[in-house]
């Protein structure tokens, strides 16, 4: 009797390490339990469970005849299928379609494999006509995401700023989409997004230039760091005057460059340059543009438009000179202005995090895809973070930032401000940065403001 009481409590307290573990250390229970059982169950009702999903094929007239010959009848066909290997949040394998199946098959009947062999979701992916790989994810890896241990392979002006719900990491390619519109109310997640955005650049040879029309209390904390700061309407003006002045020059740059001759090679953009005469890439953040874009008068009305009419161009024909757009707000819609409309499609890549409004999620997801807008609107309050990310190709996600305080932020950006480039036509910009105190006695600095613009 006390060695089965023993038995019982060491098997209690196996169960009771397995769940924290499982809690606490989810990659570990997966290595340890869900890789090996959900490996057997795949390997074991495979074929079983392809056919009741209607994704079997009938054998071939050779293998027909083999069974009749036999007595038996001869079975449908899965696909052929790899060994599942096993990956940091599950497992993939690789699929062999047979013929007269298609990628779309798959896809619908994601949901019933997922149930069937246990896991938390299943996604499938194109590999190359006639295959394709699919991935099993173990568990729900949006729950705490931290920052990859291994360094994400990326180019410049390249960072890996959220965790997919595949387990891949979402990266923000400003050469592939130069242009991108975050939305996300209030305690949503938008601003940790913006932080790990902020950080990832400025630890590069970017100039980094803010308008925060909320008296900048949301890119002051980083204005070491900055090119520039506009934090008022008037400011925002005309420091976007100084920008198209920027892109006009680049311009004008590239132009010389092409009537150089061909042994000189010719580009249409910046990054055709030689690297000595190269101008630095610009990447502008606009947070709150409902900010901005507020006009209570005829004047107001004015400025907005201009101030619309400045970012298209910019959206338009920044790419090209080097000079990219991350355009940040509670809310996005026609009320805006005329020229809203014809901004967002600029923007090409979008992130939607939890909105307080269905038109702001259609507003950014609509135009790429319904399923997107409506997967936005299901965000729920308790998941801060959460977003889905989708570009013009009609690919959307959910994925989450890593969670990044404004001190730890904001040190990054204190650390990296020898890195501010020169960037003659917008210094009159350029924020004031108070010194750091010398000890706790000392009083608090002032909020960094911009420089009053000189003639």
Same mark, same amino acid.
């Given at each position: @009797? ?5 038995? /019982? ?18 990659? /570990? ?9 959900v490996t057997l169950r795949v390997l074991t009702s495979y074929r079983a469970t392809m056919d009741a999903c209607g994704l079997t094929v009938p054998a071939s007239a050779m293998r027909r005849a083999t069974a009749r010959m ?22 993939? @394998? ?20 997922? !149930? ?6 299943? !996604? ?5 006509? &006639? ?6 994810? &173990?568990?729900? +890896? ?11 392979? $990326?180019e410049p002006l390249s960072l890996p700023l959220a965790l997919r719900e595949d387990g891949h990491w979402h990266v923000r390619d400003f050469r592939t989409v130069p242009h991108e519109l975050i939305l996300g109310a209030t ?17 590069? #040879? ?25 934090? $008022? ?10 920008? +198209?002045?920027? @892109?006009?020059a680049r311009f004008r740059l590239i132009g010389v460059r092409g009537g150089a001759g061909s042994d000189a090679g010719l580009t249409s953009d910046v990054w055709g340059l030689p690297e000595k005469v190269r101008p630095v ?25 201009? @101030? ?16 990219? /757009?991350?355009?940040? &707000? ?10 809203? *409309? ?5 923007? $090409?890549?979008?992130?939607? !995090? ?33 977003? +889905?990310?989708?570009?013009?190709? &009609? ?6 930032? #890593? !969670? ?15 890195? +501010? ?15 750091? #105190? ?10 960094? *403001? ?6």
């Amino acid at each position: @009797m006390t060695d089965a009481l023993w038995v /019982l409590m060491l098997g209690l307290v196996a169960v009771a390490a397995l769940v924290a573990v499982r809690r606490r250390l989810p990659v /570990l229970f997966w290595w340890l339990v869900g890789y090996p059982a959900v490996t057997l169950r795949v390997l074991t009702s495979y074929r079983a469970t392809m056919d009741a999903c209607g994704l079997t094929v009938p054998a071939s007239a050779m293998r027909r005849a083999t069974a009749r010959m036999v007595g038996r009848q001869a079975a449908p066909v899965p696909p052929r299928r790899s060994f599942p290997l096993p990956t940091g949040s599950g497992l993939v @394998m690789r699929l062999r379609m047979a013929a007269g199946q298609s990628p779309e098959d798959f896809t619908a009947s994601a949901d019933r494999l997922r !149930h069937a062999w246990g896991a938390h979701a299943v !996604h499938v992916r194109p590999t190359r006509p &006639g295959r394709l790989e699919l991935r099993l994810v &173990g568990w729900d +890896v949006l729950t705490d995401v931290r920052p990859p241990r291994r360094r994400v392979r $990326t180019e410049p002006l390249s960072l890996p700023l959220a965790l997919r719900e595949d387990g891949h990491w979402h990266v923000r390619d400003f050469r592939t989409v130069p242009h991108e519109l975050i939305l996300g109310a209030t305690q949503s997640g938008k601003s940790v997004y913006l932080r790990n955005l902020l950080c990832g650049l400025a630890r590069q #040879p970017v100039a980094l230039v803010g308008i925060d029309c909320k008296w900048g209390v949301e890119l002051a904390p980083f204005a070491a760091r900055l090119s520039a700061l506009a934090d $008022t309407p008037d400011r925002a003006n005309e420091l976007l005057n100084a920008l +198209v002045d920027e @892109m006009e020059a680049r311009f004008r740059l590239i132009g010389v460059r092409g009537g150089a001759g061909s042994d000189a090679g010719l580009t249409s953009d910046v990054w055709g340059l030689p690297e000595k005469v190269r101008p630095v890439p610009v990447v502008v953040v606009v947070d709150e543009v409902a900010e901005l874009f507020l006009a209570a008068s005829k004047d107001d009305e004015k400025r907005r438009d201009a @101030m619309v009419t400045k970012l298209i161009r910019l959206a338009q024909l920044g790419r090209a000179a080097g000079i990219y /757009l991350e355009v940040c &707000g509670q809310r996005f819609g026609a009320e805006l202005g005329k020229g809203a *409309t014809m901004l967002r499609a600029q923007l $090409t890549g979008r992130v939607c !995090h939890r909105v307080n409004d269905e038109t702001s999620a259609t507003m950014a997801l609509g135009d790429i895809a319904q399923e997107a807008a409506l997967a936005a609107t299901s965000i729920p309050a308790e998941r801060p973070g959460v977003a +889905v990310v989708g570009d013009s190709s &009609g690919g959307w996600s959910r994925v989450r930032s #890593p !969670h990044l305080t404004l001190d730890d932020a904001a040190a990054v950006c204190r650390d990296t401000a020898g890195l +501010v480039p020169d960037l003659p036509r917008v210094d009159a910009f350029r924020p004031l940065v108070a010194a750091k #105190p010398a000890g706790p006695s000392s009083a608090a600095p002032a909020v960094p *403001t911009a420089r009053p613009v000189t003639e």
